[in-house]
């Protein structure tokens, strides 16, 4: 009785070309899936800004929205990249990513915000849009705040001090239906 013969390669480039499994319509749909999904990571990391080109001249900034509004800030955008949310005159620090910006401020910088100021206690949306927005001058890197105001009035800065900072460039909202400071009888 004669024993099987194993042949040994040197080198995956001497093997005899053999794909152990056999090719069906459901390994190729699912290879296919892979390679769409993969795609897609690829380009929603681009899309996001965070690519490698001009490293030195661009920065990734995270986003927040500051409201000085009565109104529930539920949701806003910068430039498509999406900013988080605001309770009715609130906002907290940049918690989201990212949007790019030029490391050495431009003038003419501008940015086109959505966003939607709930109405009727709440009950409705009312999306809005804003294009071309001024960034106001800064002279270092740091996060970009987006203010709202009453009136559809929108300032976009950017800080490294967040919005209750002393050194935060806006003051803090204040909600002018609350006491403030030492209230004597």
Not at 35 to 54: K, P
Not at 138 to 144: A, I, K, L, R
Request: net charge neutral; proline share 8%.
């Amino acid at each position: 009785m004669n024993a099987p013969v194993k042949t040994w390669y040197a080198s995956a480039a001497n093997a005899p070309l053999h794909h152990p499994t056999k090719e069906t319509p459901m390994n190729r749909t699912f290879c296919n899936l892979a390679a769409a999904f993969s795609m897609l990571l690829l380009s929603a990391c681009a899309g996001s800004g965070l690519s490698t080109r001009d490293n030195d001249n661009y920065f990734n900034a995270s986003v927040g929205g500051v409201n000085h509004t009565g109104q529930y800030l539920y949701g806003f955008s910068i430039n498509g990249s999406f900013g988080g949310n605001a309770s009715e005159y609130g906002g907290g620090n940049a918690g989201v990513c990212c949007v790019r910006l030029p490391v050495v401020y431009r003038p003419g910088l501008t940015a086109d915000i959505k966003y939607n100021l709930l109405i009727n206690d709440g009950k409705d949306d009312n999306w809005k849009t804003k294009i071309g927005v001024p960034v106001e001058p800064y002279t270092e890197s740091g996060d970009v705040y987006v203010h709202f105001f009453p009136n559809d009035q929108i300032r976009v800065v950017v800080s490294l001090s967040g919005p209750s900072g002393s050194k935060h460039p806006i003051p803090y909202p204040v909600n002018p239906d609350q006491v403030r400071g030492d209230v004597r009888k």
